[in-house]
């Protein structure tokens, strides 16, 4: 085989490669933020999820100006797991804590909140949380 046809073979072979890549790892996308829901009558939902290392969960939640909202977590092991709020407009939201795992606030403005839960440290071992979500 000639030195030619070698070549022209391996950048096939690297072509194709690259083509059956999926389409996440070209993209190197990041997951959509799930909404929050709240069953008609209600206030209040609670959502489970696992955080390992430093990976994050991403929420949403719409809510209005004025509107008081409080965040609680329970986490395994104990403190494990941090909330942190954005605003509509993209500015952080500081969350007053009546205890270290429980917030809240009034909401500044009317819109979609990201609420986004991480490890308090980054460790190996997964975190299991519930956070519950109130809006008054």
């Known amino acids: 085989m000639s030195d030619f046809t070698s070549r022209r073979a391996l950048r096939a072979v690297i072509t194709a490669a690259l083509l ?3 389409p ?7 997951a959509e933020p799930n909404r929050i829901a709240f069953q008609r009558g209600k206030s209040s939902a609670s959502l489970q999820g696992s955080l390992k290392g ?3 969960a991403e929420y ?5 100006a004025s509107q008081r909202l409080t965040l609680s977590v329970s986490a395994v092991p104990s403190h494990s797991v941090v909330v942190e709020l954005e605003s509509p407009s993209g500015a952080p939201v500081p969350l007053q804590s009546p205890r270290a795992s429980a917030w809240t606030c009034v909401l500044p403005e009317n819109g979609d909140y990201l609420l986004v839960c ?3 440290q980054p460790s190996k071992t997964a975190a299991r949380y519930t956070l519950t979500v109130a809006i008054q």
Do not use: D, F, T
């Open 20 to 22: 059956l890549q999926p």
């Open 118 to 120: 991480k490890a308090a």
């Open 24 to 30: 996440i790892a070209l993209a190197g996308g990041k």
């Open 60 to 64: 949403i939640v719409g809510a209005k």
């Open 54 to 56: 430093a990976e994050e």
